[in-house]
């Protein structure tokens, strides 16, 4: 199993940033996907999850209504559409699934909100 991430980069408050998870080693179209976050010296918090169809979403009240995940079965990754992005964004951005009970996490991506 791997995850890749990558899109991360600096970005000004208000601005706008998308971020890629491609998967292998896995049927990736079976899976729950989700994205994380840690910010510097906090603990890594949940940021959304999209189940295996990509019909049902779900959000952390910080980010609803400003993220948005989605995913390509077909090209076996995940997205995370950011917008409205804040200076409290900051952090390094994972994606995650678990199979058959063990959890994978990808190596992140550094998302900065700066002016």
């Known amino acids: 199993v791997q995850l890749v991430e990558s899109g991360g980069g600096l970005v000004q408050p208000g601005g706008s940033l998308r971020l890629s998870c491609a998967a292998s080693?896995?049927?990736?179209?079976?899976?729950?996907m989700n994205w994380y976050r840690q910010a510097p010296g906090k603990e890594r918090e949940w940021v959304a999850t999209i189940i295996s169809t990509g019909s049902i979403t779900n959000y952390a009240d910080s980010v609803k209504g400003r993220f948005t995940i989605s995913r390509d079965n077909a090209k076996n990754t995940v997205y995370l559409q950011m917008s409205s992005l804040k200076p409290e964004d900051t952090a390094v951005y994972h994606c995650?699934?678990?199979?058959?009970?063990?959890?994978?996490w990808g190596q992140g991506t550094q998302v900065t909100v700066s002016s």
């Open positions: 995650r699934t678990v199979l058959n009970g063990a959890t994978y």
């Open positions: 080693g896995f049927t990736f179209s079976r899976y729950t």
